[in-house]
């Protein structure tokens, strides 16, 4: 699976940005899809993820960003609002696919966010 990650870019505190992640294949088919975001020097941490219905969030993106997916387009969208500069990060997006014999794990090449004034 190849995942394409877009819709980063600089932007004001307070305001918002909307990633996209296209994949290569049907995302339903798919186990879970979901965003991660990583700062030079720091482990790269969980923002949100879709695993069927259920929807989780850190819970610094509690409140400020929703997960979507669009089954059609075989895109999966954070939407952030209310961005602080501490959201300034590269974000991935990231695919589980889970079979009878692996877990195949697979990751975008990444999308720059800056928040700045």
């Known amino acids: 699976v190849q995942l394409q990650a877009s819709g980063g870019g600089l932007v004001q505190p307070g305001g918002s940005l909307r990633l996209s992640c296209t994949a290569s294949?049907?995302?339903?088919?798919?186990?879970?899809v979901g965003w991660y975001r990583q700062t030079p020097g720091s482990q790269r941490e969980q923002v949100a993820f879709?695993?069927?219905?259920?929807?989780h969030y850190a819970d610094f993106a509690k409140g400020r960003f929703t997960i979507s997916r669009d089954n059609a387009k075989n895109t999966v969208f954070l939407q952030m609002n209310s961005l602080k500069p501490e959201d300034t990060a590269i974000y991935y997006c990231?695919?589980?696919?889970?079979?009878?014999?692996?877990?195949?794990?697979?990751w975008g090449q990444g999308t720059l966010v800056t928040v700045s004034s």
């Open positions: 990231n695919a589980i696919r889970v079979t009878a014999v692996d877990t195949q794990d697979y």
């Open positions: 294949e049907t995302i339903s088919r798919l186990n879970v």
């Open positions: 879709i695993t069927g219905d259920y929807k």
